[in-house]
Each structure stands twice: as C-alpha cells, then as structure tokens.
C-alpha cells in the first residue's frame, strides 16, 4: 500500500511539471519544451515502476497511469506539431480502452481520482478533431497579430508556418493572405538589415513557399518555428 501511495505521488508530481512545461511552453518561456520532455520521461519511469511493482495483482493501476501519460505525451506531440503524433494517440486509445474495460470487468469502483484520469482521457478527442491551424492560432496568436514584441520570435517563420497549416487544411485563399503577410514581414528584417534575415534567409523561403501555395504544390515544411 505504502508502494502505490508513493507512485501514485510521484506521478502526480510529474503531471504537475508537465502542466508547468505546457504553461512555459504556450508562453514561449524558455524551458517549456524540455520540462516537458523530462515531465514525460518521469512519467515512464514511474509506470515501469509500477508494472514491476504491481506486476498482474493491480494491473488496471498500471494502464491508468500509461493511459495519463500516453495523453500526456499526445498534449506534448499535438502542440509541439510533431509528425509520431497519430501513434502516440493510438497508445492512448489503446490504454485508455484497456483501463476502462478492466474497471468494468474487475467490477472496481469508480473513484475521483479515476474519473479525473478518464475526463483527461477523453480530453484528447476535441485536441485529435481540432486543425492543427487553430491549435497554432492559439499558440502564436499575438505574435501573428502583431501583439507580442518578443525579439526571440521571428514573426515571418511564425506566419510563414502558420500558412502551411492553413494549407494543409485547404484553407487556400487565407493561406496566400498570410504568406502576404509573411513576405511583408521578411522584406522589414531585409531592408534593416536584420541579423536573423542573414541567418535564416527568410524571405527568398516564404516568396517560394507562396508560389507553391498558389500553384497548390506545397508538399511539405522546411522551415523555422
């Protein structure tokens, strides 16, 4: 008992970071996305743990805690726009199916705690049926309108990824309008001569990447940000 009191504190406790790296991370704070990674990685740790520990005797414990990190991890891979994304959900589906059936079957009793785990669960079907344009929006969202000065941020990278995006969901008319943007936007950091125009060569990019917009010929995203 002591055992699974501890585990279920030392997951709690990585959850916890992960909410923190999340926070960091849609902030743009620096740090967001590596307490992610070692929110996540702890999170393993612990279940691995937890099947040594539990081995068959609580095993539906086990797929509880897999199931809030695989969401965990789907979060992480959903706003970081990672291409493994569809695999992580389908290990969330499958450990969250899991865990379900075995309440049913076990006949355990639904606490808080477990009810909390699944309302997390099923958090990820509005996120898997959200664009990924909108999620970006929300992210960036003052940085594409203009609202956020940070210097760390390259505006044109943000708009020029934001149109793809946009492209890639067929928003076709309101990706060239960003593009547009996004040109304008290179053209100030050439004219000034601005150091991360040198460095990321953002305009000759973006111009091409708004030819194949209106050609409906962009097959990818090689960019920044």
């Not at 307490?35 to 414990?61: G, P, Q, Y």
């Not at 959200?130 to 210097?151: A, C, F, G, M």
């Amino acid at each position: 008992m002591k055992t699974k009191k501890k585990i279920s504190k030392f997951h709690f406790v990585s959850w916890m970071i992960f909410i923190i790296g999340v926070i960091f991370y849609s902030l743009h704070w620096r740090g967001g996305g590596i307490t992610i990674l070692v929110a996540c990685l702890l999170m393993l740790v612990v279940n691995l743990i937890s099947i040594f520990k539990n081995k068959w005797a609580n095993f539906h414990e086990t797929t509880l805690l897999f199931t809030i990190t695989f969401v965990s991890i789907y979060i992480c891979t959903r706003i970081m726009f990672l291409g493994f994304s569809n695999v992580i959900l389908l290990l969330s589906l499958l450990t969250g199916a899991l865990s379900i059936i075995l309440l049913i079957v076990k006949k355990i009793k639904f606490s808080i705690y477990k009810i909390l785990i699944l309302v997390y669960f099923f958090c990820i079907f509005p996120l898997f049926l959200t664009p990924s344009y909108k999620i970006y929006y929300v992210l960036y969202r003052k940085v594409i309108t203009n609202e956020n000065n940070d210097k760390r941020i390259i505006r044109a990278n943000v708009l020029d990824k934001y149109s793809w995006f946009l492209y890639s969901s067929d928003e076709f008319s309101e990706a060239e309008k960003v593009n547009e943007m996004a040109i304008n936007e290179a053209m100030k950091y050439k004219e000034n001569n601005n150091q991360l125009y040198t460095k990321f060569n953002s305009l000759e990019r973006i111009e091409a990447n708004g030819k194949s917009i209106k050609n409906r010929k962009w097959e990818d995203y090689s960019g920044n940000r």
